[in-house]
């Protein structure tokens, strides 16, 4: 893919979302793995989080390991939102981000209800790295 088509809705959501990464190639079972997990985040920050408010942010990076390339750090951190409040129960997304992604990757997912914006640290080995590829968004 090297296009990713936006609804005409959702344009200005997502020019506050700062991507910064090496082009990588995901096998299948990554990249359904990550839709599902962004989904949940971005659902999140939509509703409750940095995307819930006109001034908020995500900053999403992501970078392999020098030593092992198919092992990748993803980050997720939610910038200029609302205070956050930890949940008091963890609900099937939480559980989504944090059991099965993490097995599915053979990584970890840590979620940091940080009071100034939700941080997820996704690792794991997932990918490959590819020389860079424009992947314009639009």
């Known amino acids: 893919v090297t ?3 936006v609804p005409a809705a959702l ?3 997502v020019r506050r979302i700062d991507m910064n990464g090496p082009s990588a190639y995901l096998t ?9 997990a962004f989904h949940e985040l971005g659902t999140n920050a939509l509703k409750y989080g940095s995307l819930s408010v006109p001034d908020g942010r995500v900053s999403l990076a992501w970078a392999f390991d020098p030593a092992d390339p198919q ?4 980050r997720w951190v939610e910038i200029g939102g609302p205070d ?3 949940p008091t129960r963890r609900g099937f997304g939480s559980r989504l ?3 099965a992604l993490a097995s599915e990757l053979s ?6 209800y940080d009071p100034t914006g ?11 790295a590819v020389p860079s590829l424009n992947m314009p968004l639009g």
């Open 11 to 13: 344009q200005g959501v």
């Open 118 to 128: 939700v941080r997820c640290i996704i690792t794991g080995r997932m990918v490959e």
């Open 107 to 112: 990584g970890r997912v840590v979620i940091d």
């Open 97 to 99: 981000l944090e059991r």
């Open 71 to 74: 092992q990748i750090e993803i």
């Open 84 to 86: 956050v409040v930890a």
């Open 28 to 36: 299948s079972k990554a990249g359904l793995s990550l839709a599902m």
């Open 3 to 5: 296009t990713v088509r």
